[in-house]
């Protein structure tokens, strides 16, 4: 395969990391793992018994981008809602003790905290119990989000916005977000959630996996001809600079506006998956972070994709260092 870049050029966009500022706005979730075996039925009911081993808090959606980005030595400011229970408030210490600034993450006293609790035994889930709100934020707290974004806008890199229909990201927040970044060099991505990926017109590139990708173009995607059919259709229809579609075991295909595409240059890294959960949160946060260091989208595809397998070699929603990601160059 023709190398995409030299390791001389990818250290070179490494090293800048520090020096990149992106901002991370959406859905704040906490991932909530008890681990533990199971010896016997209840009495009780035909379920089982898990006797717990551990017990351990991650950080999930947006809050796992800023996390990736963090881990990689780059510049976050993370941006969202929590409720004012336990949870946001561990949550707010914990991204205050990693100086991952916590300006633009407001506290809603009647919501919670999107909380994910999975119960896993003998390495496999046995039951998932969630606590969140669906409801879109108040336009108060829209205000004062796209507010704070100003306030940043000549000192970014990049933006992620990190979609997970918990309400966040709403229409008048995207408004926002375009506004303020229409005529900057901040480069805009969004991991989308919504089937109709209107809402994100001509943002500067999206990165869906390949389930959404199909959900939004109204067709399955089953070969390699109806991706590409689809991954032209959606950068036609929507305006975007940019597609990254990530595709599980088979890698990531790239699509660009000027109609290249590339598929085998993001084969998936060659290594045995532990869990795939947050793998898509490695990515877009390393391909924001390489983009604010001066990649292109190619560049900052391939180490997004370099990232993404590491990651989906660990254990929960698992973060990915600047070492870890040299050492597989």
Same mark, same amino acid.
């Given at each position: 395969m023709r190398r995409l870049f030299t390791k001389k050029r990818a250290l070179e966009i490494m090293d800048r990391f520090p020096q990149a500022q992106v901002l991370v706005v959406g859905d704040i979730m906490v991932d909530h793992f008890i681990r533990g075996q199971v010896a016997r039925i209840s009495p009780e009911a035909p379920v089982p018994v898990v006797e717990v081993r551990s017990d351990h808090? =991650?950080?999930?959606?947006?809050?796992?981008?800023?996390?990736?980005?963090?881990?990689?030595?780059?510049?976050?400011?993370?941006?969202?809602?929590?409720?004012?229970?336990?949870?946001?408030?561990?949550?707010?210490?914990? =991204?205050?003790?990693?100086?991952? #600034?916590?300006?633009?993450?407001?506290?809603?006293?009647?919501?919670?905290?999107?909380?994910?609790?999975?119960?896993?035994?003998?390495?496999q889930q046995v039951v998932r119990f969630d606590r969140e709100s669906r409801i879109p934020v108040s336009e108060k707290t829209i205000a004062g989000i796209i507010a704070y974004m100003e306030s940043l806008r000549d000192d970014l890199g990049a933006v992620v916005i990190s979609d997970y229909s918990k309400g966040v990201v709403?229409?008048?927040?995207?408004?926002?977000?375009?506004?303020?970044?229409?005529?900057?060099?901040?480069?805009?991505?969004?991991?989308?959630?919504?089937?109709?990926?209107?809402?994100?017109?001509?943002?500067?590139?999206?990165?869906?996996?390949?389930?959404?990708?199909?959900?939004?173009?109204?067709?399955?995607?089953?070969?390699?001809?109806?991706?590409?059919?689809?991954?032209?259709?959606?950068i036609r229809r929507y305006g975007f600079r940019a597609l990254l579609v990530t595709r599980g075991e088979e890698g990531m295909s790239l699509f660009e506006r000027d109609g290249t595409i590339r598929h085998t240059e993001f084969p998936a890294e060659a290594r045995e998956v532990f869990d795939v959960t947050g793998a898509g949160d490695t990515a877009i946060g390393v391909f924001?972070?390489?983009?604010?260091?001066?990649?292109?989208?190619?560049?900052?595809?391939?180490? #997004?994709?370099?990232?993404?397998?590491?990651?989906?070699?660990?254990?929960?929603?698992?973060?990915?260092?600047?070492?870890?990601?040299?050492?597989? =160059?």
């Open positions: 808090l =991650l950080w999930g959606g947006a809050a796992n981008v800023m996390n990736n980005i963090h881990a990689m030595g780059g510049r976050v400011y993370g941006v969202g809602v929590v409720g004012g229970d336990d949870t946001g408030r561990r949550l707010l210490e914990e =991204l205050t003790a990693k100086e991952i #600034a916590t300006t633009g993450i407001f506290v809603e006293d009647r919501r919670p905290t999107t909380l994910k609790t999975r119960i896993v035994a003998q390495g709403t229409p008048s927040l995207i408004e926002g977000v375009r506004r303020i970044f229409a005529a900057s060099r901040t480069v805009v991505c969004v991991d989308p959630k919504k089937n109709d990926f209107s809402l994100y017109r001509d943002l500067d590139i999206a990165t869906p996996n390949h389930h959404e990708a199909a959900r939004a173009v109204g067709f399955e995607i089953t070969d390699r001809a109806s991706l590409v059919k689809a991954g032209r259709e959606l924001a972070l390489a983009m604010a260091s001066g990649a292109t989208f190619r560049e900052a595809a391939f180490m #997004a994709n370099r990232a993404a397998g590491i990651a989906v070699g660990k254990v929960g929603t698992a973060t990915v260092t600047r070492k870890e990601l040299k050492r597989t =160059l």
